[in-house]
């Protein structure tokens, strides 16, 4: 089991900035991705951003130059720096954790980022 523990949402302007964090605790084992999908109101749940333990990251080409994702290996910590927020990132953000070559998927509980004015 491992289990996700989601911070640092909120309610941000348009052009501003908001830092996710996502520690996770339990059967940690490498390799494995982290990462954060978004979901907001009547729509699909979106892959933001992943990172693997060993640095390699993806993106979304809708928060690319945007967003920036890392991790603290050493603490399972990883992060989401959202910067020039759009209304359209408004959404529920989850963090995943997936061990490589398993299907199963942990995640978190979720946080709100509303971007409005």
């Known amino acids: 089991q491992v289990q996700l523990v989601e911070s640092g949402g909120g309610l941000v302007q348009p052009g501003g900035s908001l830092r996710l964090s996502c520690a996770a605790s339990g059967s940690i084992f490498s390799p494995n991705v982290m990462g954060w999908y978004r979901q907001a109101p009547g729509k699909q749940r979106d892959m933001v951003a992943t990172i693997t333990d060993a640095g390699s990251t993806r993106y979304a080409d809708s928060v690319k130059g945007r967003f920036t994702i890392s991790r603290d290996n050493a603490k399972n910590t990883v992060f989401l720096q959202m910067n020039s927020l759009k209304p359209e990132d408004s959404a529920v953000y989850s963090c995943?954790?997936?061990?490589?070559?398993?299907?199963?998927?942990?995640w978190g509980q979720g946080t709100q980022v509303t971007v409005s004015s």
């Open positions: 995943l954790f997936q061990r490589a070559g398993s299907l199963r998927t942990f």
